[in-house]
């Protein structure tokens, strides 16, 4: 089992940055990808960006060029660095790190973090 905790949220106007972090203890071997998803009010949580181990980051099309994820594999963190934020990034961010177990894969999730952007 992962467990995660998650900092790096708050309030930000418009053309700010955030960066989020969350550190992952626990079964941390068998990590497959770590991730960060996010859900506004009213709409479903969707995926913003994730980092295979050993792979090449991906991003969801309309954060590409302004947000960066990152992880540092000895501290078993990754990171989401957020630039050039809009109003429409508003949500609670939550990092996710999918494992491998021996009863197939396993997701973990974040407390979540809130960010608002709005001047």
């Known amino acids: 089992q992962v467990q995660l905790v998650e900092s790096g949220g708050g309030l930000v106007q418009p053309g700010g940055s955030l960066r989020l972090s969350c550190a992952a203890s626990?079964?941390?071997?068998?990590?497959?990808?770590m991730g960060w998803y996010r859900q506004a009010p009213g709409k479903q949580r969707e995926w913003v960006a994730s980092?295979?181990?050993?792979?090449?980051?991906n991003y969801k099309d309309s954060v590409k060029g302004r947000f960066t994820i990152s992880r540092d594999n000895a501290k078993n963190t990754v990171y989401l660095q957020m630039n050039s934020l809009k109003p429409e990034d508003t949500a609670v961010y939550a990092c996710?790190?999918?494992?491998?177990?021996?009863?197939?894969?396993?997701?973990?999730w974040g407390q979540g973090t809130q960010v608002t952007v709005s001047s």
């Open positions: 996710n790190v999918r494992t491998i177990t021996t009863s197939g894969l396993s997701d973990s």
């Open positions: 980092i295979p181990t050993g792979g090449s980051a």
């Open positions: 626990g079964s941390i071997s068998s990590i497959v990808t």
